[in-house]
């Protein structure tokens, strides 16, 4: 007998996306049981489909607690908060929300790289501060276009950042496990090389156990006194305790983040250090692009639901 669909979601959901599950099938919120325990030992056998997003995840212990758990839809292209190992044990399918993000974590990662090299939310806030009468205005600050651009990961973001980076007059090299000869820039088999040659850094690989803390204290020396780190993939990317010492020992120029290893939490010293820029992990957060993200969780979910195959699978 087939076993009717049901699904979980991990934690409150947007509203277009939310909105239209029940179509589909049942639907019940883990964020919402008082004690999320006892809702899954009675509920857990019920469910054939969790949706998570890129930041909840799903760790083993949940996934244990879905003995009918068949397939997993993540709202977000990044899929590294889910125990892939588990997955995989189960054989469970799993969906992520690639492409309709390209575009917009692209486009913030530029803002993010001139913002942070230009000074610009470090002059706001000299303005609004009411120091420019008293004091002029802020420091000359760097130049950006015509630098060379350093990108550690080249995959669909990752490109389209680089073209974005042509329309700056940057010279740009990347660095991969292997080199994209389809592709017309320059491939650094070593990062530590790409570091020592570039101005700016971009980290747009994805998070994983290979990727964590490539940025290393020595890669981040390497980038040196008058370099520039830029992140809008995953906080574990960067050693980020050696990203704080190089910031405050001179090191490096300047950061941005949109990342953290932490998140929420932003060290202090990053807070307060006026050459840094945090942002609250809102690379893919505008309202057409996490529309489409929606839309594309919704279109894998159907297609499960309904023909129990996925729109978007990630290859496990
Ligand atoms: C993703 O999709 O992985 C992004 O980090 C979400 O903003």
Known sequence: MTMSQKILQACPLPPPLAGKLPALCPVETLSDAPDQAAFLREHGAEFTVLITTGTQGADKALIDALPNLKAICSLGVGYDAIDLDAVRARGV??????DVLNDC???????????????ISASDRHVRRGDWPRVGPTMPSTRVSGKRLGML???????????????FDMEIRYHTRSAKPELPWQHEPSLLALAQWCDFLIVACPGSPETYHLVSAEVLNALGPHSYLINVARGSVVDEKALVAALENGQLAGAGLDVFENEPEVPTELLSNDRVVVLPHVGSATRETRAAMC??????VERFVKEGGLVTPVRL
């Open 153 to 167: 990961g080249m995959g669909r973001v990752g490109q389209v950042i680089a073209r974005r980076a042509i329309g």
């Open 295 to 300: 839309e594309l969780v919704l279109k894998n």
């Open 93 to 98: 399918m799993l969906s992520n929300t690639p």
């Open 105 to 119: 974590v692209a486009d913030l990662a530029m803002g993010l790289l001139i913002d942070t090299v230009r000074g």
